[in-house]
């Protein structure tokens, strides 16, 4: 199995007003995009070319949007960083970055 191509733990995950975990995980690896709990159990994924992943308007800069095979996700990821120093926005921008470019999509 591949290294990640991107992790992210911490993460709240909400199916909009609906909090699923706040404390779990982001991993896109070997073309797919998982959204995990705290214990590892999976809530949903998708391969990654299916994924949609967006900054959302009404929320802080440290949320991302994620809609998989229809059902959108809202994910906090100020919580934990993936890069040591790095937190909310910048976080959040590199998780929007990393399923476009697994997806195969540029900018």
Known sequence: MAEPEFTATGVRIDKWLRSLTRAGQVRISDGRLELLTSYGSEIDSA???????????????????????????????GESAPVPGESGPAAARRFIEAVRRAAGHSG
């Open 47 to 77: 391969p990654v070319r299916s994924v949609r992943a967006s900054r959302p308007w009404f929320a802080p800069g440290d949320r991302a949007l994620a809609e998989l095979d229809g059902k959108r996700y809202l994910l906090t990821l």
